[in-house]
């Protein structure tokens, strides 16, 4: 068993920082350990760090694969080792330490005895617990940045720095020689490498089938089936590893590891307490056990104390879970749904309470969790998943996901008999509108007005009062939707438990006003200054209208500026896309016209296709020659909104 260090040293990609923090430990510790999950490159950066500490130099380097010692004979570590390092100075890399189970704390404790002057580089998915022991977690490879909008496209430029992606198209290119990373694959390329976690082991696998399958269809598969996708692959990123770190488990971890692959996402001691915790293994041994298997899993990033299962862990222990006699599946199952419904009006109740970026954050935390819940077919019903989605009807319309928003709405209220909920009905119509498509609410609305009458739901008639003055706005008719969101104002209940507050349908209605009666009075009940950042920034659109009309320009770009900083802190595409056009406006008034028609282009995305051109539009088609006003709007569609920003 004892090598030679392997002669093997690929390429590290995004690994040398990994490298050059193990050689500084090494220079001051004796006992240094990699720890991470499967596949995630610890033995490759110890070759690398004992090639560049001893291989320069021709020191001893002892290579221990723990995998190749038979567990009966852990004991004989030491004797497999030999005496030759018997009062020498050298580097031992013991490879795979979680092969030892629970006595490798105590077996490299030994070694460290015996061999005063030998320094030690292990790795391992679990801490041996020595007190000499210094911690280097690995974690896995950077991806690319998620986009806000999923439909939204990723370009090469977005994705190909990311080191996960540079490891698999170099990998990709060994398989197929004329892979090469386009605007055609790059966000296939993106989400395969986000849903393989980074981890280096998974990507090479997956790279080394491009030759038979191209990203997206190498991505299908992979969902549909991870161990079957990534088996047959050397290394140790596979359903074998899998099966390999479940049999080292103690009985109580087993079952953890089971219960775990419920989770979508990342998770923390408490959702494991809550979800996990029962029967033979209780909320605080769930925790203690978590504790104990957090080497093995994947640390989210930004978020202390969470982890996630990598993929082909949680694909295996889901199958074992699905099999387990005793029926432990749908318990979890049951309580994961009740965690999410109660996290989800958590949210909602942020929300409500002004602490809206909090609310944002949070439902965006546990976004893999409530996509999961909301699946209409899961146990708990259409019923439950539009309960959940009803509840983050902000996330939807208020930071951005509308597609996504009307989606889940679309498939629970498919499968849900007759009659329908109001809430969810009224939901799917905002959204459907705010998607462009006003003429397909019509139904949806007509059914919603029953049902809410039915149920005696006062605030949903007040809700679809203001569904109907957005659809009057996007065609133009501002006095007619001020008298519509009046009329949902006089419905609302004071303090509604769900859906938008008062200062909401009140900055919309002042909107509308601007449009109409620049004389109206101001707004009412803190619209302006109370704590619905949301409305807050709607209002000072309003505001802005007003200053402008005023002949006020300087005044309502800071009405303007001040709501965009709540728009973008929320991810509000559409607030956004009103009020730079309304900063289009103020620019073309000055005479600034291809800013004005860059400042278009930035935000074309961003509102829905039926709404009425914007007025700038009119006036840089009367002022711009057409090729002017096509490279400068081409130009803004390609630029970061920010970077037309500066004040921002």
């Known amino acids: 068993?004892?090598?030679?260090?392997?002669?093997?040293?690929?390429?590290?990609?995004?690994?040398?920082?990994?490298?050059?923090?193990?050689?500084?430990?090494?220079?001051?510790?004796?006992?240094?350990?990699?720890?991470?999950?499967?596949?995630?490159?610890?033995?490759?950066?110890?070759?690398?760090?004992?090639?560049?500490?001893?291989?320069?130099?021709?020191?001893?380097?002892?290579?221990?694969?723990?995998?190749?010692?038979?567990a009966a004979r852990a004991g004989e570590l030491g004797a497999e080792l030999g005496p030759g390092l018997d009062g020498r100075e050298a580097l031992v890399v013991l490879d795979g330490c979680e092969q030892l189970g629970r006595r490798a704390g105590e077996l490299v404790a030994e070694l460290l005895a015996r061999w005063p002057g030998v320094r030690f580089l292990a790795t391992s998915q679990r801490v041996l617990g020595l007190a000499e022991?210094?911690?280097?977690?690995?974690?896995?490879?950077?991806?690319?940045?998620?986009?806000?909008?999923?439909a939204a496209p990723q370009t090469v430029a977005e994705v190909a720095s990311a080191p996960a992606v540079r490891l698999y198209v170099e990998r990709a290119r060994g398989a197929a020689p004329r892979f090469a990373l386009t605007e055609h694959n790059a966000a296939a390329v993106a989400d395969l490498c986000r849903a393989l976690d980074g981890i280096p082991g998974a990507l090479e696998l997956a790279a080394a089938r491009a030759h038979r399958h191209e990203p997206a269809e190498a991505l299908r598969l992979l969902t549909a089936d991870p161990l079957g996708f990534l088996a047959g692959g050397a290394g140790r990123a596979g359903g074998a590893d899998a099966l390999r770190l479940y049999r080292l488990?103690?009985?109580?971890?087993?079952?953890?590891?089971?219960?775990?692959?419920?989770?979508?996402?990342?998770?923390?001691?408490?959702?494991?307490?809550?979800?996990?915790?029962?029967?033979?293994?209780?909320?605080?041994?769930?925790?203690?056990?978590?504790?104990?298997?957090?080497?093995?899993?994947?640390?989210e990033p930004g978020y202390a104390g969470r982890y996630r299962l990598p993929l082909t862990v949680r694909a295996y222990a889901a199958r074992r879970l699905a099999r387990d006699p005793h029926g432990d599946g749908a318990t979890v199952a049951r309580r994961h749904h009740e965690r999410c419904r109660i996290t989800a009006e958590r949210a909602a109740q942020l929300w409500?309470?002004?602490?809206q970026l909090e609310a944002r954050a949070l439902a965006l935390r546990e976004l893999p969790e409530l996509r999961l819940a909301m699946d209409p077919a899961a146990a708990a019903g259409p019923a439950a998943a539009l309960e959940i989605a009803v509840s983050l009807w902000f996330l939807w319309s208020a930071c951005g996901l509308v597609e996504e928003g009307r989606g889940h709405l679309e498939r629970a209220l498919a499968r849900h008999p007759e009659p329908r909920?109001?809430?969810?009905?009224?939901?799917?119509?905002?959204?459907?509108?705010?998607?462009?498509?006003?003429?397909?609410?019509?139904?949806?609305?007509?059914?919603?007005?029953?049902?809410?009458?039915?149920?005696?739901?006062?605030?949903?008639?007040?809700?679809?009062?203001?569904?109907?003055?957005?659809?009057?706005?996007?065609?133009?008719?501002?006095?007619?939707?001020a008298e519509e969101y009046r009329d949902a104002l006089e419905m609302l209940p004071e303090d509604p438990d769900f859906g938008p507050g008062r200062q909401a349908l009140e900055a919309a209605r002042a909107m509308a006003l601007a449009h109409t009666d620049p004389a109206a009075p101001p707004l009412a009940g803190g619209a302006l200054d109370g704590r619905d950042l949301w409305a807050r920034s709607w209002a000072g659109y309003a505001q802005a209208l007003l200053q402008r009309r005023e002949g006020r320009p300087a005044?309502?770009?800071?009405?303007?500026?001040?709501?965009?900083?709540?728009?973008?802190?929320?991810?509000?595409?559409?607030?956004?896309?009103?009020?730079?056009?309304?900063?289009?406006?103020?620019?073309?008034?000055l005479g600034r016209h291809e800013q004005a028609a860059r400042l278009l282009g930035a935000v074309s995305g961003y509102r829905p296709a039926v709404a009425c051109a914007p007025r700038a539009e009119r006036i840089l088609r009367l002022r711009l020659d057409p090729e002017v006003l096509r490279a400068a709007y081409e130009e803004g569609a390609r630029t970061p909104l920010r970077e037309l920003l500066p004040e921002l």
């Open 555 to 589: 005044l309502a770009r800071t009405w303007l500026l001040r709501s965009l900083e709540t728009q973008f802190a929320l991810g509000d595409p559409l607030g956004q896309a009103l009020s730079v056009e309304l900063l289009a406006q103020l620019e073309a008034d």
């Open 133 to 150: 022991e210094a911690l280097l977690p690995v974690g896995p490879l950077a991806l690319p940045a998620a986009p806000q909008d999923p």
């Open 352 to 355: 409500r309470s002004g602490a």
């Open 421 to 481: 909920p109001a809430r969810a009905l009224w939901l799917a119509a905002w959204l459907v509108v705010s998607f462009g498509q006003p003429e397909a609410a019509d139904p949806l609305l007509v059914e919603a007005w029953t049902a809410a009458v039915q149920e005696g739901e006062d605030a949903v008639l007040a809700y679809l009062a203001h569904v109907r003055g957005t659809v009057a706005l996007w065609r133009d008719r501002p006095a007619e939707a």
């Open 249 to 299: 488990a103690a009985p109580g971890e087993r079952l953890l590891w089971e219960r775990l692959s419920v989770f979508a996402g990342s998770f923390d001691e408490s959702a494991v307490a809550e979800v996990c915790g029962f029967g033979a293994l209780g909320p605080q041994a769930a925790a203690e056990t978590l504790r104990r298997l957090a080497p093995a899993l994947l640390a």
């Open 1 to 70: 068993m004892r090598q030679a260090v392997p002669v093997e040293l690929s390429s590290l990609v995004g690994r040398t920082v990994e490298v050059t923090r193990a050689r500084a430990l090494l220079g001051a510790e004796r006992l240094v350990t990699l720890t991470g999950p499967a596949g995630v490159g610890k033995t490759r950066i110890a070759v690398r760090t004992a090639w560049e500490l001893c291989g320069g130099r021709g020191a001893d380097v002892v290579w221990a694969d723990l995998a190749r010692l038979p």
